[in-house]
């Protein structure tokens, strides 16, 4: 090796290891470099972009703690639409049962006359018919319940009951026309604007308890009679009985009534006989009164004292002699009447009037009345 070359002062070392170390320093700040700016190039443009969209603030403190907070509501509220779902699929499944289970009952109730609780309820609270009458309905739990409380006055033939209408019909078709007389009867009482109101029942009710000894005692007379209660009687006896009284009057005074028209006709050809001199009276009301009793007393009344009867036709009768018969007809509620005063007599000690008579009734007959409105009416039965 060359002498001149490896002779290096101490200074010319100095010197060189300065300018290798400073190269070194070059290379590595130039590889930095390159590094440095292949980083910048992929992250300047997402750094870019995240500088361009709004940034939300810091959150704050209290912030913080209600996101903290908020997990569980938010997992409940995930979790409820299908709890809801749930509770809608149980909501429908109970209502197709309660269909299904209603629709089971009518046709039961139709079809197979089922009559227990549920159907009971299920025709209460859907209205079901029985039927109808001129257009009207004959409700199915008015039918089902006369069924239960009326078969025992039914079958014992109780008056108020039992009628001439459905004597010969069987217990479910006895508690059917029943039905439908009292909804002909309603709807006769509304055309004559003489509907019965609950009050006027009242007042009936009323009448009946004062003739016992408290409403106890009425109580057990009509359970033992009728096998009903206070409430049950009146709703359901005396209702039929009052309204079918009522409109017997009213058509006896009807004149577009040929019913009515036909029995006063009838009253004043036998009135006609009455007058005529010699006439056997008695026989006579034997063979033309409608009163059952009379038929076979000769129409005798009995003895009648003053204020016993209707005030106009008192005053007509107590005025005539004995023997004579009353030249005009007495019409009533029931019909027609013919009188005859038979004797008079007058009590000593306070002077009132009494007197004997014998009468003939030519009656206008509900029942009758009734039927000619049946045979007439469209009545569709269901049950």
Do not use: C
Request: hydrophobic share 40%.
């Amino acid at each position: 090796m060359d002498e001149k070359k490896n002779n290096l002062t101490p200074e010319r070392k100095a010197k060189l290891k300065s300018d290798v170390l400073a190269e070194l320093d070059n290379q590595v700040a130039k590889s930095a470099k390159k590094v440095i700016s292949k980083i910048v190039k992929k992250v300047a443009p997402i750094a870019t972009a995240r500088l361009a969209s709004p940034q939300p603030d810091k959150p704050s403190v209290k912030q913080m703690r209600y996101a903290r907070h908020s997990v569980l509501p938010e997992s409940k509220a995930k979790a409820s639409p299908s709890k809801l779902l749930l509770a809608v699929r149980i909501i429908l499944m109970i209502l197709i049962l309660f269909i299904l289970t209603t629709a089971i009952s009518i046709f039961g109730i139709y079809k197979l006359g089922w009559e227990n609780g549920f159907n009971y309820y299920v025709a209460k609270t859907l209205y079901l018919p029985a039927g109808t009458v001129a257009g009207e309905k004959i409700k199915a739990v008015d039918y089902f319940y006369d069924k239960k409380i009326l078969t025992t006055a039914l079958t014992a033939g109780r008056e108020g009951v039992e009628n001439t209408l459905w004597e010969n019909l069987g217990l479910e078709d006895k508690i059917f026309n029943r039905l439908a007389i009292l909804k002909l009867m309603e709807i006769e009482l509304k055309g004559y604007n003489q509907p019965l109101t609950n009050s006027e029942l009242n007042e009936k009710m009323a009448e009946i308890v004062s003739q016992f000894d408290s409403d106890s005692a009425t109580e057990e007379t009509t359970r033992q009679l009728y096998s009903l209660s206070l409430n049950q009687f009146k709703n359901k006896v005396l209702r039929f009985v009052v309204m079918k009284d009522r409109l017997q009057g009213l058509i006896v005074h009807d004149n577009n009534i040929i019913m009515s028209r036909d029995a006063k006709a009838r009253a004043e050809e036998i009135l006609t006989l009455a007058l005529q001199p010699n006439v056997d009276f008695a026989t006579l009301a034997g063979q033309y009164t409608e009163d059952e009793a009379g038929i076979y007393t000769g129409g005798d009344t009995g003895w009648i004292n003053q204020g016993e009867l209707d005030e106009q036709i008192e005053e007509a009768l107590f005025a005539l002699s004995d023997g004579v018969v009353y030249d005009q007809l007495i019409v009533n509620d029931l019909g027609y009447h013919i009188f005859k005063v038979e004797q008079k007599l007058t009590d000593p000690n306070d002077g009132r009037e009494s007197i004997r008579a014998r009468h003939i009734l030519i009656s206008v007959d509900i029942d009758e009345y009734l039927r000619e409105l049946l045979t007439n009416t469209v009545i569709v039965k269901y049950l």
